[in-house]
């Protein structure tokens, strides 16, 4: 395929054909939008909470945290006033935490700034902690009705399809001809509702594999499906090539099953020496004890260990190696081996916090700690002492 951008047949569209396009996807969307709690409410500190949750995550994942995250927090002021820690327990399994800790550099700044009310002009959404050109356009949009187009990667693929448009659409000029084409699509007349429309067109019908083209309201007007560019179009991207993480974790335990967890702010500040083994992979949540590894799992633990002041009983203890704990974060992949060690008592270390291992969701966690302590619990019967 050339890779160059074609001329847009489609887009942007205009006069009776505009009317037309924007008459069948407001009715389509009307009839078929699927019933999600974000949309039943204008609330601007409602949408921007679910818009900042949807990124990068799927809306079934997102629908009980945002019903107890607005139970808990249910204006900016309560969240403003939260503790991080707490903000993040309500976060945890959700992902990227640095999109809950922005949420509430943002609430405290609307509250000092804005007297709780989300701001209503784009320059001053701008100006808040996690929100750019997109966010702010959803939000400003569904619940001012502010006439902001949205651009996403949803989208982008919609407008791809519709005008034929080929190559790599994150390109600066591409990206800035499709916000064009996004604005001149936009119903100034519901600027909320078409945003909507546009994005659950690209979620249930125009989906990113096997677009379901026979169902779409605006088929007519789809210059890829014409030319059966349909599926083929967005062109790929280049992939970034993937990184290769190698961890080591101790589960320590002690007769009571209760294990040892590290704090946030051990990892992230510590200026002592220590703070350097903690990968920044785990360093903004509670962690088990967890370091970067080159060589030997088990040797690096154990320095690492050391060099927390873990008592003598640590370091002749056993270390039973588990199976290699696999995860995925956006280009990194992770593999971490975890060991179990049984002790007597837990060592002592500064901030750290004490939990039953079943019980480690009492504080905001990562879901790569939880699969270390799913892999520690209950013990592998078939767990080998080895390393690599
Ligand atoms: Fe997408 Fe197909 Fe509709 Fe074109 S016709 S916008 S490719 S679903």
Request: glycine content about 6%; hydrophobic content about 45%.
């Amino acid at each position: 395929m050339a890779r160059t951008m074609r001329k847009n047949r489609a887009l942007p569209l205009s006069g009776s054909a505009l009317a037309k396009f924007r008459k069948q996807l407001l009715a389509w969307f009307a009839r078929h939008k699927r019933d999600l709690p974000w949309r039943r409410t204008r609330n601007p500190y409602h949408v921007w909470l679910s818009e900042i949750m949807l990124q990068q995550t799927r809306v079934a994942a997102v629908v009980p945290y945002y019903q107890r995250f607005l139970q808990r927090f249910p204006d900016v002021q309560t969240l403003a006033r939260a503790p991080e820690q707490e903000v993040l327990r309500l976060w945890a399994g959700l992902g990227y935490y640095s999109r809950a800790r922005n949420l509430q550099k943002a609430a405290r700044q609307i509250a000092a700034e804005h007297g709780g009310q989300f701001p209503r002009t784009r320059e001053e959404a701008l100006a808040l902690a996690g929100i750019g050109n997109y966010t702010a356009a959803a939000i400003l949009s569904i619940a001012y009705g502010e006439k902001l187009a949205v651009l996403d990667g949803n989208v982008a693929r919609v407008l791809a399809r519709l005008g034929a448009i080929r190559g790599d659409l994150r390109k600066a000029g591409r990206w800035s001809n499709l916000q064009k084409a996004a604005g001149a699509l936009l119903d100034p007349a519901t600027p909320g509702d078409w945003n909507q429309a546009m994005m659950e067109l690209g979620a249930t019908v125009c989906t990113p594999r096997a677009p379901r083209c026979l169902l779409c309201p605006v088929g007519e007007f789809c210059e890829g499906r014409k030319l059966g560019l349909a599926e083929a179009l967005p062109e790929k991207r280049k992939k970034r090539a993937p990184v290769q993480v190698r961890l080591a974790a101790a589960v320590l335990l002690d007769a009571k099953g209760r294990t040892l967890l590290l704090p946030p702010p051990l990892s992230a500040t510590n200026g002592d020496g220590a703070a350097n083994h903690v990968p920044s992979l785990l360093s903004k949540m509670w962690h088990f004890p967890t370091v970067s590894v080159n060589g030997s799992a088990e040797s690096a633990l154990r320095q690492y260990l050391r060099s927390l002041g873990a008592s003598a009983e640590v370091h002749s203890a056993d270390f039973l190696r588990l199976k290699d704990v696999r995860h995925a974060v956006t280009y990194r992949e992770v593999r971490v081996a975890p060991f179990r060690i049984l002790l007597q008592q837990l060592p002592r270390v500064k901030g750290g916090k004490v939990l039953p291992l079943g019980g480690i969701d009492a504080v905001p966690v990562s879901n790569l700690t939880r699969k270390v302590a799913r892999a520690a619990l209950p013990p592998a019967p078939n767990a080998k002492r080895r390393d690599s």
